[in-house]
């Protein structure tokens, strides 16, 4: 993706360039409190319409180094549908920075105290159940997990001129484990008839 491609997905503020190495913290075991305590706040504000709040990435991997930035997966009736939650979301300090309406119609919040990048996906989206078994099969397999962290080092210790390009290195990784999550799935499945 060229710069000005990435950059036409913000709203408001384009993200500051980084122009460095990635600063990765080792696995802190505050991070699942801080991702409970935003999850609170985020079911009392939007009430029914959060349909499932949960704790993703990194930092929701035990033993996992990570960007010390929560991310909160948020699943709602239909991301498109902004008037449902944006305005409720803002009047509690979360602010809107990212719309990718060309990748399964995903939002990005940042949070009113704490760093998080919340992630708001419609139902039935399979980007959700993507990011499940990822971090599902990190939590539950130590040696992707390994593999996994390994990567993220050597890619961290490159300098990148935004923080997103880094994740953007890591996705043929990613979805590499993925691959081996769901073939796994789909021989128990296949196992249980």
């Known amino acids: 993706m060229t710069d000005d491609e990435f950059l036409q997905n913000y709203v408001g503020t384009p993200p500051k360039e980084l122009n460095d ?7 802190d075991s505050k991070w699942p409190d801080l991702f409970l305590r935003e999850a609170k706040r985020i079911r009392a504000i939007l009430g029914s319409g959060a349909l499932m709040v949960e704790h993703v990435g990194s930092t929701s991997v035990p033993g996992l180094a990570a960007k010390p930035i929560i991310d909160i997966l948020l699943v709602v ?12 979301l803002e009047s509690h300090g ?13 939002r990005v919040f940042k949070g009113p105290d ?3 990048n919340l992630h708001v996906f419609s139902r039935d989206n399979s980007e959700v159940e993507r990011m499940l078994v990822f971090r599902d099969w990190l939590r539950s397999h130590p040696k992707d997990r390994e593999l996994y962290l390994q990567k993220k080092r050597e890619l961290a210790g490159r300098k ?34």
């Open 77 to 88: 009736q239909n991301s498109v549908n902004e008037a449902e939650y944006v305005p409720l």
């Open 21 to 27: 190495q990635i600063l990765l913290s080792e696995y």
């Open 114 to 116: 704490i760093d998080i």
């Open 160 to 193: 990148w001129k935004y923080v997103q390009y880094y994740a953007d290195a890591k996705s043929e990784i990613v979805e590499e484990i993925i691959r081996r999550a769901e073939s796994q799935k789909k021989r128990q499945r296949l196992g249980a008839r």
């Open 94 to 106: 979360y602010v809107l920075r990212i719309r990718e309406p060309h990748w399964h119609e995903h």
